[in-house]
């Protein structure tokens, strides 16, 4: 029985940030933190966020940073009863800096932390049965072996059950080796209904220079639908019967971590709406705009409430 909506499964770190534009970890900083992070657990708080009965399988330490993350799930009613704290290992941490071009640069301790000993022991076949929709972040595939294992079953039982799966590719080129992300990305690609990447990532993982004809690619093996984060840019739907162009919203943009995790959060909750692609789109620009307002990873939208306010008062 699919009494629950979404599941997504990954990383649980504690995020600190370099408060100095251009600044280095080279010598002392002044740094804030910790905010609760990791990829897919801003998606599934996104999606808790806005109503929907929510999941998340992972694994932590038994330190205070795990207590930092768990305590903002469950505070966003995301479900942890999979959440596991290991007793040999510390929480996984990321420290952050942002550089005046836009671009960030991450030193993660993840692989050999708590999030690099998520394993297929840890996949409850049944409860994984549960869900309505399953959404996976490429990053997780090159933790470690045994965190790549635990995807690639958690995506078999969900495909097995007909079960949607999307699938943000999430490249850190910190912890990927160019040369390796088709083969990461490979099996659960296939497998794929929604593809979240961001502008940039189609080309690397198809290798066609013209992102529009790389989607196309994409398209004709299988994958149901794209959408593309473009940043300021807005976003850009395809499908087999085109692109679908959509506009950003203007704002005054303080922290864009986590924008494109919770793009995929609401874009997943406007499927399970049945919304067309367009309000889709938008709704998702939406998210994003508002997340990019607020400092964390994890602190942008309150609730829906607030997303249907935003837009109402920014109509395009």
Known sequence: MRDLDVLSLGELVVEFFHKQLNGSFLQPADISGPYPSGAAAIFIDTVA????????????????????????????????????????????????TCYSDGSRKFIYHIGNAAPGKLSVERIDEKYVSRFRWLHISGNVLAFSKSAREAVLKTVDIAFDRNIPISLDPNLRLEIMKREEISELLGPVLQKTTLFLPSKGE?????????????????????????????????????????????????IKEVDSTGCGDAYGGAFVYGLLQDWDLKTIGMFANAVGAITATRYGPMEGIESLKEVKIFMNSNKK
Do not use: H, W
């Open 49 to 96: 966020r806005l109503g929907l009965k929510t999941g998340y399988i992972g694994t932590v330490g038994k330190d205070e940073f795990a207590d930092c993350i768990i305590y903002r799930l469950n505070k966003d009613k995301v479900n942890t009863d999979f959440i596991y704290r290991l007793e040999d290992s510390t929480t996984g941490v990321a420290f952050r």
């Open 202 to 250: 189609i080309k690397y993982i198809t290798g066609i220079e013209n992102e529009e004809e790389g989607a196309k690619e994409l398209l004709k093996q299988g994958i149901s639908l794209i959408a593309r984060k473009d940043g300021s840019e807005g976003s850009s739907i395809f499908t087999q019967d085109g692109k679908i162009g959509l506009p950003p919203f203007k």
